[in-house]
């Protein structure tokens, strides 16, 4: 069974930074895309950054230039490095996987979720 694993929320000030990672578990071979979003409160779920399996990125024009999204490969694990955090980033991050393969098929996952929290 595949799941999940993020970790790395919490609170920071204004100006501060912060790294989340996620872990993938379980029989994969290859996971195709892997990806944060961020829901807050009263907000649709919205995408922040994604990378692909041969490392293209995508960022949410808010975030570029703050955050980096990268990925291991080998230890099937995203991350996400945010500095300059503000306020308004304040939110659950979520991790994404598109595309896991596995024994039983393909399949896609959310994480659990963090909450990512920045004091002005």
């Known amino acids: 069974q595949v799941q999940l694993v993020e970790s790395g929320g919490g609170l920071v000030q204004a100006g501060g930074s912060l790294r989340l990672s996620c872990a993938a578990s379980g029989n994969i071979f290859t996971i195709d895309a892997m990806g944060w979003y961020l829901q807050a409160p009263g907000k649709q779920r919205e995408l922040v950054a994604t990378i692909t399996r041969s490392g293209i990125t995508n960022y949410a024009e808010s975030v570029k230039g703050r955050f980096t999204i990268s990925r291991d490969n080998t230890q099937n694990t995203v991350y996400l490095q945010m500095n300059s955090l503000k306020p308004e980033d304040t939110a659950v991050y979520y991790c994404?996987?598109?595309?896991?393969?596995?024994?039983?098929?393909?399949?896609?996952?959310w994480g659990q979720g963090t909450q990512v929290t920045v004091s002005s």
């Open positions: 994404y996987a598109r595309g896991i393969r596995t024994l039983a098929g393909v399949t896609d996952y």
